[in-house]
């Protein structure tokens, strides 16, 4: 079947640097394309989404890239903080319909004071 | 604005028993769902509902799994005869609209230990 992945379950960076998460998608009628922060003993925070008409969009520190032709899914947090440590989960929803996310495995990113 | 609330946090039960977890969603949204997360995995959808109406349980296991939204009150995740494999995390989530990703929002879980 269909699914959305990650590619590393755990990313271990310095506080100050930028960190990247990656994710790979196959369900190539996906419409919506998202990034879910999780803190231990928390539900899934909303970080920022993409369409997929859109190759980039920009938030606050973070910004997500879409490659349509390869599938690929990644979150660039700049100036990572402690506070960003937590399990990241891309997650994808097709276009029309109900929205209910697919999610993958998650990444777990580690930031070190 | 309290957000999506769930209770109990935490859930002991022992094999055989059942759990009812309970999930309120956020002041003006009909919309709620329900979703269970294995340790070291991802979200996996169960179940969607509007007040009174069960709209998708593609995600849910066939037995002794049930879910309910009332008119009043909140929604309920039954599981009946517990076992095991049933120890997860469970969230709930809702939305004032079924079609968008905005106002999305996930409760804080109940964590279902079968003893």
């Known amino acids: 079947g269909e699914s959305v992945g990650l590619h590393l379950p755990t990313l271990s960076v310095q506080e100050g640097d930028n960190s990247i998460i990656n994710c790979a998608y196959s369900n190539s009628a996906s419409d919506y394309f998202i990034w879910y922060k999780q803190e231990s003993g928390k539900g899934p925070q909303f970080i920022i989404d993409?369409?997929?008409?859109?190759d980039k969009r920009q938030g606050q520190r973070v910004t997500v890239l879409l490659n349509k032709t390869v599938k690929h899914l990644s979150l660039q947090i700049a100036a990572t903080q402690p506070g960003d440590s937590a399990v990241y989960f891309c997650a994808e929803a097709p276009s029309g319909g109900s929205y209910i996310p697919t999610f993958g495995r998650g990444t777990s990113l580690i930031v070190h004071p | 604005n309290a957000g999506v609330m769930q209770n109990p946090r935490h859930l002991v039960r022992r094999r055989g028993q059942e759990a009812r977890l309970r999930c309120s969603p956020m002041?003006?949204?009909?919309?709620v769902y329900w979703y269970r997360q294995l340790p070291e995995e991802g979200l996996k959808f169960m179940v969607y509902?509007?007040?009174?109406?069960?709209?998708?349980e593609s995600g849910m296991p066939k037995e002794r799994f049930s879910a309910e939204f009332p008119k009043e009150g909140p929604s309920i995740l039954r599981i009946q005869q517990v076992v095991r494999g049933d120890s997860a995390a469970y969230f709930c989530a809702s939305s004032p609209s079924g079609y968008k990703v905005d106002g999305y929002t996930f409760g804080s879980g109940t964590r279902l230990t079968v003893v």
């Open positions: 002041k003006g949204h009909s919309h």
């Open positions: 509902l509007q007040k009174e109406n069960i709209i998708d």
């Open positions: 993409i369409r997929s008409n859109m």
